[in-house]
């Protein structure tokens, strides 16, 4: 039970590719998603998504202001905020958007680094001993992985709740998918007896293959598509789909009449005999348009985990806690990754990740607004690595990288 909370934590801050809601015949599930990125205070409806632009030269700004809301049509004239400190923010009582103190809510687990500045988060880590927070050694008592150390996991060994090493690739024990090597998630099997999980590679579940519906809530990443479904309502079994990809072409866009309800779909799915759907965001773009958030099958996505199964396989992770296995926005640019990952690796990965949950709001959108409103994103943009596209203006360049990769 405490690990259910932890992870429901745990799905609260990380971002969360949820295709909740999958139509097949008469089943619909609500769509839950989180981007942690969007704003929706900041927008109208996706019927009538703002303009971004960048500010007029005949536009004078007072120092505090990144952005002027107004004109004729809605429009944002955007100026990035000179201090890196604050970030861009509508400001509710003008119609103006000013710049303000970026406080990021900063948790840190134990492997990560600690200063007198950056405490360790309460609750999970022991001490800030040489930088690095310290946490649960094996064997001692806890209530969430997010205590124990590097290599570890919080799970009932003889039944207590302790720090125990991540099983390998093969052994029985596990009730969760961080329980396993950080390159492998749980086969469950049985919630009660736990020798009969067992740990088994990310990926390794090919399209139509049936899973235990606890196997496939924990991580749908053991499926080659990254993706699963529950067969009906109440099914005890999940099925992995094959790979599922946006029914129109990137970037789909998803503009309908008002009134009319948004559904952005995946292409049918042969081996599942569904369709998933995503979410419609207004973009940042100049022309008020709103497009449809990602599928895993579609290209991005499929940079974003082939860098996520580099960073799962390499040595760098074992400095991390066992969470660390996803990105996790813990206010600090994915923190552990940078710390212990080789530079250029961690770049891409970054990249990767900002512009696939990113994409809809940066499609399109002017660098001087990318500037503004997704500073971390242009950043990781300009850095290099593979992340050349920094101002999301299409998708060829997408597709290019990825060749020039193989
Ligand atoms: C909005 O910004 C413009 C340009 O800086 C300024 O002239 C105007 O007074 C601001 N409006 C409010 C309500 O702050
Ligand atoms: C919002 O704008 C008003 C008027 O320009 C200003 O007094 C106030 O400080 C601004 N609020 C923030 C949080 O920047
Ligand atoms: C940037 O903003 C932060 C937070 O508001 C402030 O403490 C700092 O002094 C500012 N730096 C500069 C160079 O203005
Ligand atoms: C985790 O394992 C790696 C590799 O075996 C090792 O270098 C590292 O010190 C371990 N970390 C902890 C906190 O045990
Ligand atoms: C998961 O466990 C079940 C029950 O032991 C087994 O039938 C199935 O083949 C396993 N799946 C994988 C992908 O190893
Ligand atoms: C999936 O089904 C469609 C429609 O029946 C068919 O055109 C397509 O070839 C099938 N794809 C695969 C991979 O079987």
């Known amino acids: 039970m405490p690990e259910m909370i932890s992870f429901l934590l745990y799905l609260s801050f ?13 089943n619909l599930l609500p769509y839950s998603s989180s981007n942690p ?14 303009k971004y632009t960048c500010k007029l030269p005949t536009q004078e700004f007072v120092s505090s202001t990144c952005g002027y809301y107004g004109g004729t049509e809605p429009t944002v004239y955007a100026q990035p905020c000179p201090n890196s400190s604050t970030y861009c923010k509508l400001n509710t009582t003008s119609l103006n958007y000013t710049c303000q103190p970026f406080i990021p809510t900063y948790y840190s687990f134990p492997g990560d680094k600690c200063s007198p500045d950056k405490e360790c988060y309460e609750g999970y880590s ?3 001993t040489d930088g690095i927070c310290v946490g649960l050694k094996k064997g001692k008592p806890c209530t969430s992985s997010y205590q124990c150390d590097p290599n570890s996991s919080c799970r009932n ?9 991540l099983l390998e690739i093969g052994q029985t024990g ?12 749980c086969n469950v099997t049985s919630t009660t007896d736990l020798s009969k999980n067992t740990c088994i590679p990310y ?13 496939c809530s924990w991580s749908e990443n053991l499926c080659s598509s990254h993706i699963c479904v529950q067969k009906t309502a109440g099914d005890e079994t999940a099925i992995c789909s094959g790979n599922i990809e ?7 866009s998803c503009i309908l009449p008002a009134g009319t309800t948004l559904q952005c779909q995946s292409k049918l799915d042969n081996y599942t005999d569904t369709i998933s759907l995503s979410n419609c965001l207004c973009g940042y773009n100049s022309g008020g348009n709103s497009y449809c958030e990602l599928f895993p099958g579609d290209v991005p996505m499929q940079a974003y985990y082939r860098e996520l199964k580099k960073w799962q396989e390499s040595s760098a992770i074992k400095n991390c806690n066992t969470y660390w296995r996803y990105p996790i926005d813990n206010g600090e640019n994915l923190l552990c990754i940078k710390n212990n990952y080789d530079k250029a690796r961690y770049e891409s990965l970054y990249y990767w990740y900002l512009y696939s ?12 607004v990318l500037k503004t409103f997704f500073p971390d994103y242009f950043q990781a943009g300009e850095n290099g690595g593979d992340g050349k596209d920094s101002s999301a203006r299409g998708i060829a360049l997408v597709s290019l990288l990825l060749i020039l990769n193989h």
């Open 126 to 128: 022991q001490s800030c």
């Open 157 to 165: 060994i003889d039944g207590t709740l302790q720090c125990a090493p």
């Open 174 to 185: 596990c009730y969760k998918e961080f329980d396993c090597v950080y390159n492998a998630g």
């Open 357 to 368: 949950s990113l994409y809809p709001q940066i499609y399109g959108a002017e660098d001087c």
């Open 203 to 215: 990926g390794s579940i090919p399209p139509g293959t049936e899973i235990s519906i606890e196997t």
């Open 14 to 26: 990380i971002l969360l590719y949820a295709y909740g809601m999958q139509i097949s015949s008469s």
């Open 246 to 252: 946006s029914s129109s072409q990137m970037p789909a």
């Open 37 to 50: 990125f969007s704003d929706p205070a900041d927008e109208l409806s996706v019927q009538m998504c703002k």
